[in-house]
Nanobody, 115 residues
């Protein structure tokens, strides 16, 4: 069983930046891809960014060029830096992690972008 805990959300002004962190705890033999998804008002959950265990990254179209995902395999942690935040980025951000062929989700952290 793996537990994920996110941190780093909050309120930021338009054009600002935030760094989200997520750390996995618990027991697993293999940690696979880790990533971030978000639920913004009026839209379905969408991919923000994904990073494979060896570092290959994938970004959602809405954040390309504004987001950077990274991970620390020694800490089973994943990070997301987002720049030039806009009002449309307001929403709930969930960390995800594949471990031992199971997909786990964190409870989420909220980003509010205000003008």
């Amino acid at each position: 069983q793996v537990q994920l805990v996110e941190s780093g959300g909050g309120e930021v002004q338009v054009g600002g930046s935030l760094r989200l962190s997520c750390r996995a705890s618990g027991s697993a033999f293999v940690f696979g891809a880790m990533g971030w998804y978000r639920q913004v008002p009026g839209k379905q959950r969408e991919l923000v960014a994904l990073i494979a265990s060896r570092g290959t990254t994938t970004y959602g179209d809405s954040v390309k060029g504004r987001a950077t995902i990274s991970r620390d395999n020694g800490k089973n942690a994943v990070y997301l830096e987002m720049n030039d935040l806009q009002a449309d980025d307001t929403g709930d951000y969930n960390c995800s992690c594949y471990a031992d062929d199971h997909l786990y989700w964190g409870p989420g952290t909220r980003i509010t972008v205000s003008s």
